[in-house]
């Protein structure tokens, strides 16, 4: 079915609660990253330092650092991730109404789904790179016997300027190509997967008369939103575990191409080590994911905009 969309873009808001979206995602979801940026950073070390699993690792962070040691690294992620993700929904909204001409159709659209979505993955990549470069280098860090000690960083500002001073301001910028292809293709898996499954279960609740309220749509984003996390990072984790070893790679000069990374790691560890962090990966998107989808539909409704 198709349909005119007398609807005119409603500017900032999509902007507005794509941030909300982003702080939920950060609140549920950071303790699960710390677990997995420790396991991809120690497990695929060739000093053959390991944690047996992200629970192991979690249970180290918990018994050294406390709950705060779950959180190190947060800073940059809250800030990173407000105006990357008010950016990532901002632009896929938008994009998605541009690609449609006025012409909305009830069911979920490939061609128009796809782009818009990888587009707004490859704008933020550039948002996200630096910020999650110096979450990525505090996660690193910590008291833990298994750990070597790395380079000390009082914060996520001192991590961000002794970057900077050492490899300039491209150096923020390192693992730049892996973040880009990670957030363009993930993104694409993400909202195609996210607008297919919460049109067929509003399809299914219709044919079964079913009566829908505020409580329904919010377990259909739970779904949608989570299976579209999951769907995400299980396609893309190799390319997050090679970001992750280039941007706290300790020498500059250290490959920065992700698939001669991961052919280094295939090669140490196979295509498990290709995976590290898969357990807490998959544990943190489902529930981040459906925080971010229910928060950023909970605001798009509170902000007046239909989210078709």
Request: aromatic letters at 10%; glycine letters at 10%; proline letters at 4%.
């Amino acid at each position: 079915m198709v349909k005119e969309d007398s609807r005119k873009p409603s500017g900032y808001k999509e902007y507005v609660a794509g941030l909300f979206a982003g702080v939920a995602t950060v609140v549920v979801g950071h303790p699960f990253d710390t677990v997995k940026v420790k396991l991809q950073k120690h497990n695929t070390n060739a000093q053959g330092i390991t944690y047996r699993n992200g629970f192991h690792c979690t249970a180290r962070i918990l018994a050294t650092e406390g709950v705060r040691g779950l959180y190190i690294g947060a800073t940059p992620s809250f800030v990173g991730m407000a105006f990357e993700s008010s950016l990532l929904f901002g632009i896929y909204s938008q994009t998605k109404q541009s690609l449609q001409g006025g012409i909305q159709s009830s069911r979920p659209q490939p061609q128009v789904i796809i782009p818009s979505a990888a587009f707004a993955g490859a704008i933020i990549s550039f948002v996200l790179c630096p910020s999650e470069l110096v979450k990525c280098r505090m996660q690193i860090q910590g008291t833990d016997s298994l750990v070597p000690k790395c380079s000390g960083y009082s914060s996520s500002l001192d991590c961000a300027l002794k970057t900077i001073k050492s490899d300039g301001v491209t150096g923020a910028f390192r693992g730049g190509s892996t973040t880009f292809l990670r957030e363009s293709i993930g993104n694409a898996v993400f909202f195609s997967v996210y607008e297919y499954v919460r049109y067929y279960m509003h399809l299914q609740l219709k044919s079964g008369s079913s009566d829908h309220n505020n409580l329904v749509d919010m377990g259909i984003g739970i779904l949608s939103g989570g299976l579209g996390g999951v769907a995400f990072w299980s396609t893309v984790l190799p390319l997050d575990v090679a970001k992750t070893i280039i941007q706290t790679a300790p020498d500059k000069s250290s490959l920065t191409n992700p698939f001669q990374v991961l052919n280094s790691i295939y090669r140490m560890s196979g295509l498990r080590g290709c995976y590290t962090g898969l357990g807490p990966t998959i544990l943190r998107a489902f529930p981040a994911n459906a925080a971010a989808i229910v928060t950023w539909e909970v605001a798009m409704k509170l902000l007046g905009i239909k989210n078709n």
